[in-house]
């Protein structure tokens, strides 16, 4: 009944900075963990970054200090500001969650469709 929502990708210069957000709509779940994960082209998908429904987070070390994730529990919304953009940073970015069924207690993963973020000269 949930699905996730990317928004906020799209071609930046080196150096620059871009605010991606993940929007979970629908009913009928709990969501703990979310996060971000990464695939450049003619790579495997990797983890950007995370954070627990506490607000406990980890990041990639090749993004630490320069993005940054956060959480709006009541809105069900998870966001990674992205700063000193590299061209290596470019992919296809993926927000994920950890997601309990209220009704059923089952848990499993959503993805979300994916936003480009493009870093190039």
């Not at 929502?5 to 779940?29: D, H, I």
């Not at 995370?50 to 990041?59: L, N």
């Not at 529990?73 to 994920?96: F, H, I, R, W």
Request: charged share 15%.
């Amino acid at each position: 009944q949930v699905q996730l929502v990317e928004s906020g990708g799209g071609l930046v210069q080196p150096g620059g900075s871009l605010r991606l957000s993940c929007a979970a709509s629908g009913s009928g779940a709990e969501i703990f963990a979310m996060g971000w994960h990464r695939q450049a082209p003619g790579a495997q998908r990797s983890l950007v970054a995370a954070i627990t429904d506490g607000g406990s987070t980890v990041y990639a070390d090749s993004v630490k200090g320069r993005f940054f994730i956060s959480r709006d529990n009541a809105k069900n919304t998870v966001t990674l500001q992205m700063d000193s953009l590299k061209p290596e940073d470019t992919g296809v970015y993926y927000c994920n969650a950890g997601v309990r069924d209220t009704a059923t207690y089952r848990r499993f993963e959503l993805w979300g469709q994916g936003t480009v973020v493009t870093v190039s000269s």
